[in-house]
């Protein structure tokens, strides 16, 4: 378990070990658990330049104002849009990329909550279409930019990490599994894809969290549907953290040297102490991918076996089709 106490002990030195400069990008970061890793990246950096997307102008407004006021010499760019349509992720990685050369840091926390299984525009399921198509987006048509950087490069994903459940491989997309099973074929999917995208970029570190009940509008909305003291997997409903703790515990993610690249391993710069390095969704430590629980440690023995059967079956190729194949309907490209 990595404590709150040594989490707030790292980042308090990031100012002074971590690069200056950071690009990074915020997806779903006008409120909740975004919003929270926005202003304590903003807090911790030195001159970072942050661009964050969301939908509400009025709260960008504000995130702006507060993220001045935590470090001045940060550059704080609001995109606004709806990102559970891949077209618009296309434009907002065109926008980034005709303004950067690299990027270090890309944050994806976009979602909803919804139960009734409601579709886009673009024929994807809403809940999917957040967490698994747009995130897989935005990570492959920014890979370039990832790899391109001098230094540090993550990606982290916010979701179910360690969670992880049976996968419907006729049903992908989640509109007709059962709400009991609708998080663990979700998780899996999300972990299974970034898997696929790291086979394609060894020097890029990618992480699926599980971030604990946030106090969040999100997580708020999520409790009143479901029965009283129970949670969707039948468990009980944990204690709800404040957002602000959560945003230091994914400013660690961000930048901890305990989660590094397959190959590279120029996080192991910045380390800050004594840090063990974690064991990858393959089992193997440093593998590049992790899936990994609220304590910020990776998921159980039993998890990662699972998902090495998965891999056995050849599901991260499945995934991987099923996800191009929806990107070449609905814009006529591959990944």
Known sequence: MVALSEILSFNAQINSSFPPGP?????????????????A??????KPRAYFVGRSKEAAD???????????????IFIAADVSLI??????????????????????????????????????????????YSR?????RLLPLLQATPGHRRVVTVGGGGFE?????????????PL????????????????????????????????GAVDTPLTRTVLSVMNEGAAIDGGPVPDLITAEE???????????????????????????????????????????????????ESASPETLEFLAGLRKEGMVERVWKHTEDEFVRITGERA
């Open 246 to 296: 959560s945003g230091e515990r994914h400013v660690y993610l961000l930048t901890s040297p305990r989660y590094p690249p397959a190959q590279g391993g120029e996080d192991k710069a910045f380390l800050l102490g004594e840090s063990e390095v974690i064991v990858g969704t393959n089992g193997k430590v440093g593998s590049g991918v992790y899936t990994i629980g609220f304590e910020g």
């Open 180 to 211: 009991e099973k609708l998080r663990g074929h979700l998780i899996t999917l999300i972990t299974l894809g970034l898997e696929a995208v790291a086979k394609d970029a060894p020097n890029v570190s990618f992480i699926h969290d599980y971030p």
């Open 62 to 76: 504000a995130i702006i104002a507060e993220c001045r006021t935590l470090n001045p010499e940060g550059e704080y």
């Open 23 to 39: 690009v990074a990008l915020f997806v779903g970061a006008t409120s909740g658990i975004g919003a929270a890793t926005l202003k």
């Open 136 to 140: 897989i987006r935005f990570m492959t």
């Open 41 to 46: 990246f903003a807090k911790y950096t030195v």
């Open 165 to 177: 459940g049976p996968l419907d491989t006729s049903d992908f997309q989640a509109l007709h599994i």
């Open 87 to 132: 077209k618009v992720v296309d434009e907002v990685c065109t926008e980034i990329q005709a303004r950067e050369p690299y990027l270090n840091i890309l944050f994806l926390s976009q979602g909803v909550a919804r139960f009734d299984r409601p579709v886009t525009a673009e024929n994807i399921h809403l809940v999917g279409a957040l967490a698994h």
